[in-house]
């Protein structure tokens, strides 16, 4: 066990650099570029922290455990939203476009829906379990392939805001090698705390689907995590709202569409308690900062998603006991 903690602790110290390293260096070449923050956010940030995710579920996939490869995304989605968006909001209220609550956010809301679709296939259409087929995986792809040309379309149209002019100046080649390295130790750091969790609870004989709901979700999104939350403090709230949200599509269209495509993967003991969370969590994502009209996720609705977080873990645990 005493390797699992030093790669714990390793893991994550990687993992707080490469967050700073690539939001330095990804708002350098936005601003070069002439490319809101918003947009790195939702492409090149959470393509970069969602990248544990995608190994994780297609490796599982292929390796035959669905369990691990489902697990992982639910989990990581809801801890997206509910300890990033609310940790964030604690240290600091998060200003949201009112663009971003119309065009958006909505499509979290949509994704979680129609994953929810897909796994009430055993209710709706008397399958034997709940499975996610490889047409289920090309329409995800599909999925995917709109939302992509959708932020595309936005950037080229102007219809999101130039970068901030906070941003510092910073030569290509060091912003383009700040990225890349940022994005290197991110993975290879959220990989060795990923290992070391796992092994520390293997070691006290935790059962995987607590791993994949609990351990690796959290530790596969403590880049999404440590990105979002240096960028707010940094004054780029664009960015880490922009990551949760380009994570959570990435996470089920892209990660769920390669994964099912690649072996049709059964549900098993993800249920629809856990889809269900997801789903309401994310409606209350999009609920946010739109009450009284204000468009700011305060340090209020950050308490809230959090504590949501901590009992669905509590859940998950007493569930599994």
């Given at each position: 066990?005493?390797?699992?903690i030093?790669?714990?602790i390793?893991?994550?110290?990687?993992?707080?650099?490469?967050?700073?390293?690539?939001?330095d260096?990804?708002?350098?070449?936005?601003?070069?570029?002439?490319?809101?923050?918003?947009?790195v956010?939702?492409?090149v940030?959470?393509?970069?922290?969602?990248?544990?995710?995608?190994?994780i579920?297609?490796?599982?996939?292929?390796?035959?455990?669905a369990?691990?490869?489902?697990?992982?995304i639910?989990?990581?989605n809801?801890?997206?939203?509910?300890?990033?968006?609310g940790?964030?909001?604690?240290?600091?209220?998060?200003?949201?476009?009112?663009?971003?609550?119309?065009?958006?956010?909505?499509?979290?809301?949509?994704?979680?829906?129609?994953?929810?679709?897909?796994?009430?296939g055993?209710?709706?259409?008397?399958a034997?379990?709940?499975?996610?087929?490889r047409v289920?995986?090309?329409?995800?792809?599909?999925f995917?392939?709109?939302?992509?040309?959708?932020?595309?379309?936005?950037?080229?149209?102007g219809?999101?805001?130039?970068?901030?002019t906070?941003?510092?100046?910073?030569?290509?080649?060091?912003?383009?090698?700040?990225?890349?390295?940022g994005?290197?130790?991110?993975?290879?750091g959220?990989?060795?705390?990923?290992?070391?969790?796992s092994?520390?609870?293997?070691?006290?004989?935790?059962?995987?689907?607590?791993?994949?709901?609990?351990?690796?979700?959290a530790?596969?999104?403590?880049?999404?995590?440590?990105t979002?939350?240096t960028?707010?403090?940094k004054?780029r709230?664009?960015?880490a709202?922009?990551?949760?949200?380009?994570?959570?599509?990435?996470?089920?269209?892209?990660?769920?569409?390669?994964?099912?495509?690649?072996?049709?993967l059964?549900?098993?003991?993800?249920?629809?308690?856990?889809?269900l969370?997801l789903?309401?969590?994310?409606v209350?994502?999009?609920?946010?900062?739109?009450?009284?009209?204000?468009?700011?996720?305060?340090?209020?609705?950050?308490?809230?998603?959090?504590?949501v977080?901590?009992?669905?873990?509590?859940?998950?645990v007493?569930?599994?006991?």
């Amino acid at each position: 066990m005493a390797l699992d903690i030093i790669w714990l602790i390793a893991g994550l110290l990687l993992i707080l650099w490469g967050a700073s390293a690539l939001t330095d260096g990804a708002s350098a070449i936005a601003r070069r570029l002439g490319v809101s923050d918003l947009i790195v956010g939702l492409t090149v940030v959470s393509f970069g922290t969602s990248a544990p995710e995608l190994t994780i579920s297609v490796v599982s996939s292929l390796n035959g455990n669905a369990g691990l490869a489902i697990g992982n995304i639910v989990g990581s989605n809801i801890f997206n939203i509910c300890a990033i968006v609310g940790v964030t909001a604690l240290l600091r209220p998060v200003a949201v476009e009112r663009g971003l609550m119309a065009n958006e956010i909505p499509l979290v809301v949509l994704s979680s829906l129609v994953l929810l679709a897909m796994g009430s296939g055993v209710w709706l259409d008397g399958a034997s379990a709940a499975m996610l087929t490889r047409v289920d995986g090309v329409l995800l792809l599909l999925f995917f392939a709109v939302f992509m040309r959708y932020v595309f379309a936005s950037a080229g149209s102007g219809k999101e805001s130039a970068g901030d002019t906070s941003v510092k100046e910073m030569k290509v080649w060091k912003a383009i090698a700040l990225t890349l390295a940022g994005l290197g130790a991110l993975i290879f750091g959220g990989d060795k705390f990923v290992d070391g969790a796992s092994g520390i609870a293997s070691s006290l004989g935790v059962s995987d689907a607590v791993i994949g709901l609990t351990i690796v979700a959290a530790g596969t999104s403590l880049p999404e995590l440590a990105t979002s939350v240096t960028a707010a403090l940094k004054g780029r709230t664009g960015i880490a709202i922009g990551n949760v949200i380009g994570s959570n599509i990435f996470n089920v269209f892209m990660v769920l569409g390669a994964s099912a495509t690649v072996r049709e993967l059964p549900f098993g003991d993800i249920g629809m308690p856990d889809l269900l969370l997801l789903c309401a969590v994310s409606v209350m994502f999009w609920l946010s900062g739109r009450v009284f009209g204000r468009h700011v996720i305060t340090r209020g609705e950050g308490a809230a998603f959090v504590a949501v977080y901590a009992a669905y873990m509590v859940w998950v645990v007493i569930s599994a006991v």
